[in-house]
């Protein structure tokens, strides 16, 4: 049961380009949702979050957009560099019940020069 | 910056034989984790661990899988009896009381059984 959906396994974007990942959620009661890169043999790192009382957050390049009635998320790079090219994960997490962050198989984003 | 530190980084073991992994979290955090990665699949949830006791576990951390906080830095992860199917990225992870379903990541420790 895939409860966070990353439905495009791969993405590829020109340099300086807007990337555009999604992420879709079945499970209702989650409320806070995280961002992670990922480059192979490393472990993912933190990018951004968001809760469920906003709908957009942005840090430099990052924004993520969160549409709750549609249960579905965005994450927004622009301008695309290079050195982006990586593994993209889409988590999500019920801060009242299992905190526990659940993850999508990812995305992988290739960002051309 | 602080960060969690797992050792070691790669490690080739038979079919059968016990493995501990180790990890280092970050120092002030108090929620420990430990996810795996098969290659080309998702990152999967095995357990959480706090105040010194499993808080959450999924069904693959079966009865051969155990984790110990040894002391006052070290966070492990047993598997007693090693399978192929174990073969698998193990990644540690920690996350702070203020904000702890954000959780950091080690940069993982490749087993493979063989």
């Known amino acids: 049961d895939q409860q966070v959906k990353q439905n495009s396994p791969s993405l590829s974007v020109q340099e300086g380009r807007i990337s555009i990942l999604n992420c879709d959620y079945t499970?209702?009661?989650?409320?806070?949702f995280l961002w992670y890169k990922k480059y192979p043999a490393e472990g993912p790192t933190f990018l951004i979050s968001i809760s469920s009382i906003k709908d957009k957050n942005e840090d430099g390049r990052f924004t993520v957009f969160l549409n709750k009635s549609a249960k579905h998320l965005s994450l927004h790079i622009v301008p695309s560099q290079p050195g982006d090219s990586a593994v993209y994960f889409c988590a999500a997490s019920d801060s009242g019940g299992s905190y526990i962050p659940t993850f999508g198989r990812g995305t992988s984003l290739i960002v051309h020069p | 910056e602080p960060e969690v530190t797992q050792t070691p980084s790669h490690q080739v073991t038979q079919m059968g034989q016990e493995v501990i992994l180790r990890c280092v979290p970050i120092s002030n955090h108090l929620y420990f984790y430990w996810y795996r990665q098969i290659l080309g699949q998702k990152v999967e949830f095995l357990v959480s661990?706090?105040?010194?006791?499993?808080?959450?576990k999924s069904e693959i951390f079966d009865d051969q899988f155990s984790v110990e906080r040894p002391d006052g830095s070290n966070f492990t992860l047993k598997i007693r009896s090693t399978k192929l199917e174990d073969s698998a990225m193990y990644f540690c992870?920690?996350?702070?009381?203020?904000?702890?379903?954000?959780?950091?990541f080690g940069e993982g420790s490749w087993l493979t059984v063989v």
């Open positions: 499970n209702s009661m989650f409320d806070y």
């Open positions: 992870a920690s996350s702070g009381t203020g904000m702890r379903n954000t959780i950091y």
């Open positions: 661990f706090y105040n010194n006791e499993i808080s959450e």
